[in-house]
């Protein structure tokens, strides 16, 4: 078995790349750092590095195609920043293209050869942030509800070819993407038992995986709140702090 993973060299990605090694998967790499990228593989027996920028269509399409096919891919690839809404429009711009673009340029790669197989998972590593938008992070919220939705359509129209899409919806998780946080992240989850998580659940092909619970399921409250009430909520989160040094990509 086969898997592929984009933002593989840290946090998320390297974790469930990891896991899927433990369960039997020769894994695929993808990345723009190139040491820490190596770095990872060279843990990873059978695993191979690819340096690569997802937001490169072209150069994740060669990628796929000396790489492939695959039973398995996951669109992780993605970039954390916070700020308001009127003054952070590159920022939002940039994780448009790496978080939602980016999954959308593995897609376009790895579909094709599952369809003709009629076998494949795919999964997208978006947020429960995008599930409503959230105060001094409207740009994030906004890449991960696109990815959401894309998702949701594809995971009905390849259904017919036995393709599961999964989107995969976590809460706060010890990476050094959150690392810039400097307020207190409910819930924190262990980036390992995240990645257990994720990959159980593309295993099983799970519609949708969500975790940790309590934080799943106040957002899936929150999500039919009345506006007045909503805005009362999530009030507080417009004061969140973030150390901008260590706002990464």
Known sequence: MKAIVTGASSGIGEAVARELTRRGYAVVLLARRREMLERVAADLPGSVPVPCDVTDAAAVRDAVRRNGPFDVAVANAGIGATGWAAKSVADAELMMRVNYFGMLHLFEAVIPAMMERRSGRFAGIASLAGLRGLPRSSGYSASKAAM??????????????????TVVNPGFVAT?????????????????????????????????????????????????????????????????????????R
């Open 176 to 248: 050094p993407m959150t690392e810039k946080n400097e307020f207190r992240m409910p819930f924190l989850v262990p980036v390992d038992r995240a990645a257990k998580q994720i990959a159980g659940g593309i295993e099983r092909g799970a519609r949708v995986i969500e975790f940790p619970l309590p934080m799943s399921m106040a957002t899936r409250i929150a999500r039919v709140m009345p506006a007045w009430m909503y805005d009362r909520a999530v009030g507080v989160y417009a004061k969140r702090r973030v150390d901008a040094k260590k706002i990464r």
């Open 148 to 165: 959401q939705a894309f998702l949701e359509a594809a995971r009905i129209e390849l259904a017919s070819f036995a393709i599961r899409v």
